[in-house]
């Protein structure tokens, strides 16, 4: 199964291959109720200068996936499996102290909660001089001064002083800018952020949002942003992926995904949003039923228990056969389902769009 | 943090001054007439008479409270004996021993150095031994080390003290004689030499930090489990950290926070006696004399090492407060 | 949702039938220090004097940044928690300082939803006990015994009745709220302070919730407090929406008339800081970044609260409070010395 989405900006410089891509990446967790089927068969590619948004369900494997990126799972339970290109080097496969090299340098990390995330005894100042001075080889004071320019850089008031304060001295949103600076210590290339806004307020949100997108302009990183929220999304990807049960059940350019979205699991989630623009007399198109337990993945696709378009139909089985992740028209918009596309298509104006 | 230092120290006289006022009168309490007890074989109405004048036995409570506390406090201690035989008895003065008269304090001052190093010794060797055999386990979660370690504390914590010392004597000391029968009763390391002083302490040692030892290796590995999943943790591999940087650094520091409150505590304990350790290898430290006071009736003898034995529990209590202090600034600065 | 139009709520809210009438509350929490002699070196404003009034079968949405006094104003009004200043009025009646005895029979009538679908059920009884233990509380005898009330009530929320003994960790998030929803209505309340009921959920899950409270609040004739943060679910389920900042309510508004005509620069700032779900509109809209954040309870500024992120302000917004005062539409309330003119987006 080779399927992938290819963001629609040139491939890297001269070698022809994305910046970043995931081929049919798996992980699996040997655990005492069974194996539970974390991501199974993840694939997208990414570019120098672009954000990739991952939108789907909690336990969906998000954040599985983006620890695999990071070769995090290396040393645990986990079983990876596919494959992960960086700038032409392979990571599933690499040893630990090689890709070690890569965490922090090439590719960083930004986590959902700040608070938990940084160290409770160490001061923050120092916890960015350490990420600085595990990959460069300088006194100090050269980190030092490194630290607090970055922490000046987004947006930490008097940082030369705030240099010395400890995580629980800051508040929420200064904890997560304190995390973005912490990540860029080193010049990442590519950046991926795991819900970096999820504990925050929305004006703090705001903030924090705008800094990425600016500092992403200047270092011109690639940026993937997990998240549950479809606000965020689309305010910041070019390209989405939204995942089912550790499965890509859709994928493309934003405003494919947001205005001509063909898989039944986005129009639920696209229905079940209400929205801060319209008057709220509609009712929401829950989705019914809860996410797939992922130690017993539904035998076909897996949003069939769920699914309310299964009538549609013609010469597969929702219940019998996993649809295939197949292009569809000229964009790179890729969806999994046995709906033939004019089908989907003519559901979506019919009877979706109106009610979004 | 010094104005801290200050609120905990007046804290702590506060506390040991209601200890000692609750030890005073549980002692009147007993029903042991302490006359009779001073006294001996040849009593009469009349010696228990000179004995209840000595001491001031016919003193309301109250006076006699005022008496006790101003041995203690008193730079230049109290007076004993009645008027015509007073002797002083020097500060801090817990009063004289029933038993053979000479002054408590005498008695513990004498008693504390065995005891010192048979806990200062038993403490680094079950710190060593739990939290390197406890961090190994969790570093091997699940793996055969693992097991083994959680095997050994289990055996540790449910081999009786009292049964593994005497094993050991048997074994090492009437059995194979790799060490000589213990000639001094109490081995002073400058008098005995370190060879001597090491033979005398290293079953005692051995015997007393087993459980401890066992308790530290659960609860290291417990702690080390914990911790070595916490999004910190996660964190610091992100960054690209050694996998030692992450574990040293990151990890056990954290870890070993709450091991710091229970290693205090419990050194504290054991710097009031080592009851049944010191029973074994008759280790004339302060456990051997409490045994003797409470087995001998010898109320001011058992007052005085209770209360000595409340000193270094309370203190280890502020010590450990402001370690705990020193290793977390989310304390130090709240 | 009540279908009743703007008009007709001003028509309500004029004719003062408050279902519940809230006026000046307020909620310090001291500050102390030392052990034994303690002293209070200050207090945490939690909630300062807030006005709000619930209509039967009404929504009030609060909404506000973390920390604002959102769930201390929700805890109040069930009488979880004592005020120190203020009044509340339940139909009439002054429940402000009520005792334990004497709130019995208001507790029927207002019951609380949690936010953690998680820790606010005991791990230890069955979802049976559960949803029956307010029966049992008040000492109320249904017909057909508490267990086949409390499993038509399992029905209603959307729970298999035959999950009777089962304990909470064997249901998923959205279930658990759901049960908290059964639990809430069992006595057949009045009212139903919502404490950021589908917070922790997700969204296909959330509009699930969303749903079923919509659909009570029809059958049962419902009023909600509503507390979130999440700006849309706020417009989509309430009829009438306050905005919160630190402890105090600085605008008031039917649901439509604050979304589209917002007064109050904070609920500028707040609506242009939420992500809509829509990328081209997003493009369009004008973009409010306040600086910092929201400044202790402890310590609040002088004057208008909102005056140190504030991008209008002036000396007298550090010197006078701003009242909360009518402007423009009937009933849309704010506080504000110089009250934006445009409309946001
Ligand atoms: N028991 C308490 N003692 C002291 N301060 C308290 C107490 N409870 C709440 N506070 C403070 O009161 C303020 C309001 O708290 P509240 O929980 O009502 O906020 P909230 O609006 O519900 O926030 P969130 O969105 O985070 O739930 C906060 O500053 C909080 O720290
Ligand atoms: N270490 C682990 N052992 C077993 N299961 C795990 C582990 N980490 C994650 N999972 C499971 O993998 C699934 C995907 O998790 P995750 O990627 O964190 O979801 P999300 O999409 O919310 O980020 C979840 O069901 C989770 O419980
Ligand atoms: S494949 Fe079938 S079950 Fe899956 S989304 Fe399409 S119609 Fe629904
Ligand atoms: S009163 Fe002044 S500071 Fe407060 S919101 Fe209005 S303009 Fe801003
Ligand atoms: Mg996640
Ligand atoms: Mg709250």
């Not at chain 1, 990126?69 to 690499?94: N, Q, T, Y």
């Not at chain 2, 001073?38 to 409570?61: H, R, W, Y």
């Amino acid at each position: 199964m080779t399927e992938s989405v290819t963001t629609t900006a040139s491939t890297s410089a001269g070698t022809g291959k994305p910046f970043l891509e995931l081929k049919n990446l798996q992980v699996h967790f040997p655990t005492d109720d069974g194996l539970v089927k974390a991501v199974n068969g993840l694939s997208f590619t990414l570019e120098r200068g672009k954000t990739l948004g991952i939108v789907g369900e909690s336990g969906s494997g998000k954040s599985v996936s983006s620890l695999a990126i990071m070769g995090l799972h290396k040393g645990s339970r986990a079983k990876v499996g596919g494959e992960i290109w960086l700038d032409g080097a392979e990571l599933v496969g690499m040893s630990v102290p090689e890709i070690r090299r890569l965490r922090g340098q090439q590719v960083a990390m930004i986590f959902q909660d700040p608070l938990s995330a940084m160290h409770p005894f160490y001061r923050v100042g120092d916890q960015l001089v350490e990420a600085y001075r595990v990959h460069n080889e300088v006194p100090k004071s050269v980190a030092r001064k490194r630290a607090i320019d970055l922490l000046d850089r987004v947006g930490i008031p008097s940082p030369d002083k705030r240099f010395f304060d400890y995580p629980h001295q800051f508040s929420g949103g200064m904890r997560q800018r304190a995390m973005i600076a912490m990540a860029l210590m080193c010049d990442p290339q590519l950046l991926i952020a795991d819900e970096p806004t999820t504990a925050l307020d929305v004006t703090v949100q705001a903030q924090i949002l705008d800094l990425m997108m600016d500092l992403q302009k200047e270092f011109n990183s690639a940026i993937v942003i997990i998240t549950h929220d479809l606000g965020v999304v689309a305010q910041m990807a070019q390209d989405v992926v939204v995942m089912y049960g550790g499965r890509v059940v859709e994928a493309g350019p934003v405003r494919e995904i947001f205005y001509r979205p063909e898989m039944p699991y986005t129009w639920g989630l696209l229905g079940s949003i209400p929205r801060v623009n319209r008057g709220g007399d509609h009712r929401l198109k829950s989705i019914r039923g809860t996410p797939p337990s992922l130690i017993n993945l539904p035998k076909g696709c897996p949003f069939q228990p769920r699914c309310d378009y299964q009538q549609h139909v013609e010469g597969h089985s929702c219940t019998g056969e996993v649809p295939d992740l197949l292009q569809i028209g000229t964009e790179d918009h890729r969806v999994r389902c046995h709906i033939e596309t004019g089908q989907r298509k003519k559901l979506f104006t019919e009877q979706i769009k109106p009610n979004l | 943090m010094g104005r801290y230092l200050i609120r905990r120290l007046l804290q702590t006289v506060v506390i040991l001054w209601v200890i000692s006022a609750i030890t005073f009168f549980l002692f009147w309490i007993t029903p042991a007439n302490p006359a009779l007890l001073i006294c001996g074989k040849n009593c009469n109405t009349e010696t228990i008479a000179t004995v209840n004048a000595t001491f001031g036995f016919d003193d309301p409570l109250i006076v006699q409270y005022g008496t006790y506390m101003k041995g203690l406090v008193s730079p230049t201690g109290r007076d004993i004996g009645s008027e015509g035989s007073e002797r002083n008895c020097a500060w801090p003065c817990f009063g004289e021993s029933y038993q053979n008269g000479i002054p408590v304090w005498d008695s513990i001052s004498d008693a504390f150095p065995a005891t010192f190093w048979l806990a200062i010794g038993a403490a680094t060797i079950w710190l060593f031994f739990g939290v390197m055999l406890g961090l190994l386990a969790a570093l091997r979660k699940g793996k055969a080390l693992d097991k083994l370690s959680v095997g050994l504390a289990l055996f540790g914590v449910s081999f009786p003290t009292i049964v593994f010392g005497y094993l050991l004597l048997f074994l090492f000391i009437v059995k194979l004689k790799w060490i000589p029968f213990p000639d001094t009763a109490n081995a002073a390391l400058f008098e005995v030499g370190p060879v001597k002083w090491l033979q005398f302490y290293i079953l005692p040692w051995i015997t007393l930090a087993l459980v401890f030892a066992a308790l530290y290796t659960r609860l290291t590995r417990a702690n080390m489990i914990d911790t070595m999943n916490e999004d910190y943790i996660r964190t610091a591999r992100a960054k690209g950290l050694g996998e030692g940087t992450v574990i040293f650094k990151h990890g056990l520091r954290s870890a070993l926070t709450p091991i710091v409150t229970i290693f205090g505590l419990d050194l504290g304990g054991l710097l009031g006696g080592a009851v049944i350790t010191e029973q074994i290898f008759s280790i004339t430290g302060l456990g051997k004399f409490a045994i003797d006071s409470v087995l001998g009736n010898d109320l001011p003898a058992i007052m005085g090492v209770v209360l000595f034995a409340a000193i270094f529990i309370v203190l280890a209590n502020v010590v450990v407060d402001v370690l705990y202090a020193v290793i977390d600034p989310r304390v130090r600065l709240s | 949702m009540s279908t009743s139009t703007a008009a007709e709520q001003v028509i309500r809210a004029g004719q003062g039938e408050a279902l519940l009438e809230v006026k000046g509350l307020q909620r310090y929490f001291p500050v102390t220090r030392g052990i034994v002699f303690q002293r209070q070196v200050g207090a945490v404003k939690a909630v300062d004097g807030i006005d709000l009034s619930i209509h039967t079968g009404e929504t009030l949405g609060v909404v506000g940044e973390s920390g604002c006094g959102k769930t201390t104003t929700g805890r109040l009004v069930t009488r979880l928690d004592e005020p120190t200043g203020g009044s509340i009025t339940f139909e009439g009646e002054d429940l402000t300082h009520l005792s334990r005895a004497k709130m019995r029979p208001f507790r029927r009538e207002i019951q609380m939803i949690f936010q953690d679908p998680f820790s606010s059920l005991n791990p230890r009884q069955t979802i049976g006990t559960i949803i029956a233990a307010p029966f049992q509380i008040q000492k109320v005898d249904s017909e057909g015994g508490t267990k086949k009330a409390v499993q038509a009530l399992m029905e209603r929320v959307g729970l298999n009745p035959e999950h009777y003994n089962r304990y909470p960790h064997e249901f998923s998030g959205g279930q658990r709220q759901r049960i908290g929803v059964a639990r809430a209505l069992a006595l057949r309340p009045k009212l139903i302070v919502c404490d950021e009921p589908v917070s922790a959920l997700d969204v296909s899950i959330q509009a699930q919730i969303v749903n079923l409270l919509e659909d009570l609040q029809d059958e049962f004739n419902l009023a909600y407090l509503f507390i979130a943060h999440d700006l849309s679910v706020i417009r989509h389920i309430s009829d009438r929406v306050a905005v919160m900042y630190l402890g105090k309510v600085v605008e008031v508004a039917d649901r439509d008339e604050l979304y589209n005509h917002a007064r109050h620069p904070y609920t500028h700032a707040l609506l242009s800081a939420v992500p809509e779900a829509d990328p081209d509109a997003l493009a369009h809209r004008e973009r409010i970044r306040l600086t910092g954040d929201v400044p202790s309870p402890l310590n609040p500024p002088s004057g208008c609260r909102f005056r140190t992120r504030c991008w209008k302000a002036q000396d007298i917004c550090a010197e006078q409070e701003p009242p909360l005062v009518q402007i423009g539409a009937p009933g849309h309330q704010a506080a504000c010395h110089f009250p934006e003119e445009r409309d946001v987006i």
